[in-house]
């Protein structure tokens, strides 16, 4: 364990127990980290369903100097909703199948590294987008991605594989929306396969659907991905050249309008919600402090 000098820290470590697919006890990872130290620390293990109320019960109740989520993108999401617009930061112990926001911040996927990380990296504001009246931390989508994670869930799957038989399960259907995209300074009609909107650069993947995000910029990306191409695929998951325009378009904005002639499939930080046909995106500044590596 990295020493600090401020071992006087609460830390707060929600924690949700099915996360990931390698059987690790998470509990006990973190309290043997912490067992030769004097940091004051606190698990909260959540249920299913939790409600957001009892984290918010215990961050008042323990007063935490810093939260660490432990598992996937949708902990994470969770705990951030708990820490909206207050001063106490937001850390990561990447546990989940996906873990998108803990490689935007480069933690490290080493539990000891993203310990240390946890107790002594540095802190940053960033912003989130408001998707629906949802948070998004990471990335949202319609279309073609939100129809695989549909299918990962019901598949009740796990890890990379999981997600790649879900993905071929919808490739062979090829789904198109005709859309209205209205943005800070566009309004345009596309057919597409799926929209992105975009808070982070890249899926849990690794795949790298936003070349131009910033988490701390003033705007957020929308990619219209026209057509589901392998080439284009390539180029996200490994060389990440540019994209070709005639299948990939990408704009920014703080404020997002979308009309879908028909229903379509939606998610948000990796979470299903169901079938839409608008969404409405607005960026939320400075909304969260989060813990990153110095």
């Avoid at 988490?215 to 070709?244: A, G, Q």
Wanted: hydrophobic share 40%; net charge positive; with cysteine.
């Amino acid at each position: 364990m990295q020493s600090n000098e401020n071992n006087s820290l609460k830390l707060l470590f929600i924690v949700n127990p099915k996360s990931g697919n390698n059987g690790t006890d998470w509990n006990q990872q973190i309290e043997n980290y912490f067992n030769a130290s004097s940091y004051n620390i606190q698990i909260f293990e959540l249920s299913i369903p939790c409600e957001p109320k009892l984290i918010k019960e215990t961050i008042e109740t323990f007063q935490p100097h810093r939260v660490i989520a432990v598992g996937g993108d949708g902990t994470v999401k969770l705990a951030a909703q708990c820490l909206l617009h207050t001063n106490i930061p937001l850390g990561i112990l990447p546990a989940g199948s996906a873990n998108g926001m803990a490689k935007e911040l480069n933690i490290p996927v080493n539990i000891t590294k993203a310990l240390d990380v946890a107790v002594s990296g540095g802190t940053k504001k960033i912003h989130l987008v408001r998707v629906n009246n949802e948070i998004c931390i990471h990335l949202s989508d319609i279309g073609f991605n939100a129809f695989v994670v549909k299918k990962f869930e019901a598949d009740h799957g796990r890890g990379m594989w999981g997600y790649i038989k879900a993905f071929w399960k919808v490739l062979w259907k090829r789904p198109l929306m005709q859309i209205k995209i209205q943005t800070d300074k566009a309004w345009v009609k596309r057919n597409a396969a799926m929209v992105v909107i975009a808070n982070a650069t890249k899926y849990g993947t690794g795949a790298l659907i936003n070349p131009r995000g910033k988490l701390d910029d003033e705007v957020f990306e929308v990619i219209v991905v026209k057509k589901i191409s392998v080439k284009e695929i390539f180029k996200m998951m490994f060389t990440h050249t540019p994209y070709d325009k005639s299948k990939i378009e990408l704009f920014q904005t703080s404020s997002l309008h979308i009309q879908s002639r028909r229903r379509a499939h939606f998610q948000v930080d990796g979470e299903y919600l169901g079938k839409v046909n608008s969404i409405e995106a607005t960026i939320l500044r400075n909304a969260l402090e989060v813990i990153i590596p110095d």
